[in-house]
Each structure stands twice: as C-alpha cells, then as structure tokens.
Nanobody, 120 residues
Framework: VQLQASGGGLVQPGGSLRLSCAAS????????MYWVRQAPGKEREFVAG????????RYVESVKGRFTISRDNAKNTVYLQMNSVKSEDTAVYYC??????????????WGQGTRVTVSS
C-alpha cells in the first residue's frame, strides 16, 4: 500500500510542471486527496485538495489561478498541474490521502515527496 509521487524537477519561473501521485494497494476513489508542500526552513503547508468525485476542489490562496488539482480514479492517480510557477513555489511536494474534507495535517497515506525547484 503506497502513494508514489513523481514529476518534480527544475523549472524556470513562469514555466509549468505536472505532478502525479499514483496509488497502489488501495483505491483512491474513497479518499480526499491533497497536495501539500514544504519549502526549505518552513512548515508543511496545504496546497490543494479534491474530494473523491472531483466535484469539490480547494486551493491555498497563493496558487489559485495557477495550479490545478485533478484526479483520475480509473487510473488511481491524482495530479497537480503547476503553471506560471514562481520561486516561492520551490518545495518538496507531497500527496496525501485522507477521508477528511478538511486538511489537518494528518493522512491515512502519504507519498514520498517530489522536489520542485523554480529557478532560472
């Protein structure tokens, strides 16, 4: 049972990146899925969340209009499309699965994290 996050890397400011989080051993369709991030020297913060059907989506204010969370339950995968990235988006990004509709920092399953570096 695990979540496997991927897609991180080095991207220039203003560029785009797509993160993926694939589940194995359990069905994502029963869970709220979240992306959270931890920048160097900072606490982990909520980035985006999506409910089991994809009909309810939430974002932290700083990424609204730039990031898009989505899910494909048939592929057991959740995505984070990151557009117009900024240097302050540099962080390790984690996916997490929980049955809670409110992000409280606790998850049933965590991905291992994928590093995103925004730099010219």
């Amino acid at each position: 049972v695990q979540l496997q996050a991927s897609g991180g890397g080095l991207v220039q400011p203003g560029g785009s990146l797509r993160l993926s989080c694939a589940a194995s051993g359990f069905a994502l369709s029963s869970y709220w899925m979240y992306w959270v991030r931890q920048a160097p020297g900072k606490e982990r913060e909520f980035v985006a969340g999506i409910n089991s059907s994809g009909g309810v989506i939430r974002y932290v204010e700083s990424v609204k209009g730039r990031f898009t969370i989505s899910r494909d339950n048939a592929k057991n995968t959740v995505y984070l499309q990151m557009n117009s990235v900024k240097s302050e988006d540099t962080a390790v990004y984690y996916c997490a699965a929980t049955r809670s509709s409110v992000w409280r920092g606790i998850a049933d399953y965590w991905g291992q994290g994928t590093r995103v570096t925004v730099s010219s």
